[in-house]
């Protein structure tokens, strides 16, 4: 049972990487829809459990193994960090949309890493920004949908 | 106040573990020429595994009108033949728009002895990298040119898998590309994600440079055209030719990409 719950929950979590892959490559605009970052920080946020390490690991595993052309390994540490990161602030600070635009900052920062080494500020500055906040409400209207759900 | 301090690091342990196995991950990896990274895209069909059969769009439709065929058998025939032909309009569509495609390519390409194989975008990585459909099951390689349908280079494959390959275009972060000129100068091109950089390996160039093209010299299947610098100023510093050009276009689910292999 707990293995076919990894499994179920890895699968959700490779698909949802790959919708948000899927809507990117539609949106041609200055700004992306992170869904997958999104429900990362959703994990770290609102559900954080030592249960979801290996479905975060895994979904991980499958992105840089199909998706990804650096090394294995790097976009799952990458996932897991942002789900540690945000679960760190949440913790430490209180829950304000303040410390929400920070997480998502922080986050997105992360999740970026290597376009942001690779390319130089001009390339991912304006969309990164736009990008916080259109994910921050994405993130809040998604928070608030579950919170009344439940 | 230092028990729960204590409790806070400790919920992160497995995390911080697991970050650590990536982190080992990688570096087995990198040493291993990245035989680790493609252990599972070698055994598996991601793309083909994800296409509806024909026979579920053909049959499995129509039988589930069949269970009513009792009450009204024509209608039910109708359903079928309709269903029929809706799958024949798709494949009619998609013949058509090959014909377009390859018709396009026909009229700006000079090098007939090649085999020219149509691929399409499947999706846009996290690295702007672009997916296309199309790998070993084609005898693409690593290296392979991608032309679009005027015949000029937008790229060249950076890995390629079982049945889908990742193209370095003009704003991949990877892109790095040369050419030569009409006087058979040496160009070296590098992007910046916004702009391609042009710049000459020899301080041999005088006069102003215009098309830029491939070269088997390079390891590229023919000379196609890669861009025209003509428009673009150019500056020349102690003789080496530099040209910045901004990338305008990007790709999209319609555009039409072609992969020329000798036959």
Redesign the interface.
Known sequence: MKILRVILISSFLFILCLVENYINTFISLEFGVYIFLISLIYIGTEIFNQNLVLPIFLSGILYDSFFSTYYLGLYTAIFLVVVVLSNFLISRYSRTNVIYIITISLCLLIYKIPIIVEFNINYWLASYFTSIFVNLFIFLSVKRVLKINV | MQSSQVD?IR??I???L??F??????V???FSN?T??????DRVN?ISNFQISDRLLQNEFSNLFSSRADLVAENIRLKEELTNLRVLYVENQELQNNIDFYNDLVNNISDFELTYYATS?I???????Y?ISGGRNYNFEPGDLVINETGYVVGYL??V?NDYS?LESFNS??FNFRALDQNNNVFEVNS???ELIFSSLESTVSSKVSILYSDITFGHISKFPLIDLEPYEQTKLNNKFTVTVPINE?L??QSKLFIPKSK
Not at chain 2, 123 to 128: E, H
């Open positions: 806070g919920k992160y497995v995390y911080f697991f970050i196995l990536s982190g080992l991950l990688s087995v990896d990198y990245k680790l990274s493609s252990f599972i895209p991601l975008l999706l846009k990585n996290s690295t702007d990298e997916l950076g890995e898998f990742i972060t990877n910046n994600g916004k990007m999209t689910f």
